[in-house]
Nanobody
């Protein structure tokens, strides 16, 4: 199985940028589709973005489309979430998630139950 560790969170002001990283270990990251979710206080964990095994396909929640980009470096077993033009409503704990898929193809999974490996999360706080 794969272990996931997020990093890169912090406290920023509205309009700033942050880049989150998700480092995978234990298995080859390229065997997994991966995604980001977030959970704000008192709210359910929600989908943010996801990518196919080799990063050819990506998808985003409407709330972050045009502001966030997603990439992965499978040689380094790492996925990145570049977050630009941050807003106070982006404040949340951000979680990295992964699911083993047998071959590379279009990936469109947005549900929590579509992923079976999770990191511990990294806090992102955006002040107004």
């Amino acid at each position: 199985q794969v272990q996931l560790v997020e990093s890169g969170g912090g406290l920023v002001q509205a309009g700033d940028s942050l880049r989150l990283s998700c480092a995978a270990s234990g298995r080859t990251a390229s065997d997994y589709a991966m995604g980001w979710f977030r959970q704000a206080p008192g709210k359910d964990r929600e989908f943010v973005a996801a990518t196919s095994r080799r990063g050819k396909f990506t998808l985003f929640a409407d709330s972050v489309k045009g502001r966030f980009t997603l990439s992965r470096d499978n040689a380094k077993n790492t996925m990145f979430l570049q977050m630009n033009s941050l807003k106070p409503e982006d404040t949340a704990v951000y979680y990295c998630a992964a699911r083993y898929v047998p071959y590379d193809s279009y990936w469109s999974a947005r549900g929590r139950n579509d992923y079976n490996y999770w990191g511990q999360g990294t806090q992102v706080t955006v002040s107004s």
